[in-house]
């Protein structure tokens, strides 16, 4: 699919006072993109005590409903369809559309895509359309994108987010073979270059060694935000529908995410209540590198 119109392409800075927007997409499909991605909209709710807003656009193969135990959800992203197609599509209604997360009050997810086969008919226009009352709705967007750049959601979400996540493992095939494939190929194509992406480092349970976060990076020609350690009582959460639970009541979840969402909130000047982390050598790290006297 092409997408011959111009979008935005935004920087940090070039958000005219809209939410801020992060896009998490990975190197390559299932390997925790989106279990990272929700994992760090759910650390920005807490940390930052804004609202926030997460939306599944991943067109083909969306699974997050399944996670948090929503097998059928009411409203989905393709049945806002009319509304995205008409441009009438207001804050309001995509609050309605949106799902709030047990026991994160400012939490709301819009799950995704249910049709994989009206994927195609997904226009840029009807994604622009939604970014911008996402931006006016809430007080910072996680977007959460199919690997695969052959459909407007993903084109448009990377151009028009103010930061972008790439997420890779530690396997070679994923991040070199993949990862030049699509950032380092395709990327540019639409104005955004490899240098433009933080990168996230998942590691399985059932997997150890591999390459270093700075060997992928310097491959890949992207910054290090962090690393997401999965583990046994994550997928079993996963398979039960209880992500939100695991990240909210597991020693492991509890942490998860945490760091590579507070550099998100310093980055983008939301400080929120999360007033007591600022006395945190690693947070004091992460001001100095925003600063750019050094790095964290």
């Not at 933080?198 to 310097?218: E, L």
């Amino acid at each position: 699919m092409s997408v011959k119109r111009k979008e935005r392409v935004r920087t940090v800075s070039g958000n005219n006072g809209a939410a801020p927007v992060v896009a998490f997409i990975g190197t390559t499909p299932n390997i925790g993109t989106t279990s990272a991605a929700f994992a760090t909209a759910y650390r920005l709710a807490e940390l930052g005590g804004i609202e926030v807003g997460y939306l599944c656009l991943n067109l083909k193969s969306a699974k997050l409903h399944r996670f948090l135990g929503e097998d059928e959800p009411d409203v989905t992203l393709d049945r806002l369809q009319p509304e995205l197609r008409s441009a009438s599509l207001t804050p309001d209604m995509l609050r309605s559309a949106d799902c709030t997360v047990r026991g994160r009050a400012n939490l709301h997810v819009l799950f995704g895509n249910l049709n994989r086969e009206g994927a195609e008919f997904v226009g840029a226009e009807e994604i622009d359309h939604l970014l911008d009352v996402a931006e006016k709705t809430y007080g910072f967007v996680v977007l959460d994108v199919g690997a695969y750049w052959d459909n407007a959601a993903t084109i448009c979400s990377i151009r028009r987010a103010d930061s972008r996540v790439l997420v890779t493992t530690p396997a070679l095939s994923h991040f070199q073979e993949d990862g030049r494939r699509w950032v380092g190929s395709v990327s540019p194509l639409f104005q955004v270059q490899p240098n433009q992406y933080d990168c996230i480092i998942v590691h399985y349970p059932w997997r150890k060694g591999g390459y270093r976060m700075n060997d992928i990076c310097k491959e890949l020609g992207t910054a290090p935000m962090g690393e997401f350690k999965m583990n046994d009582s994550m997928f079993a959460s996963l398979d039960k529908g209880g992500y939100d639970e695991w990240l909210r009541e597991d020693p492991a979840g509890r942490t998860a995410m945490r760091k590579p969402a507070a550099r998100l909130l310093v980055r983008h000047g939301v400080q929120g209540s999360f007033s007591s982390m600022v006395r945190q050598p690693w947070y004091r790290r992460l001001n100095v590198h925003r600063n750019g006297v050094g790095s964290s």
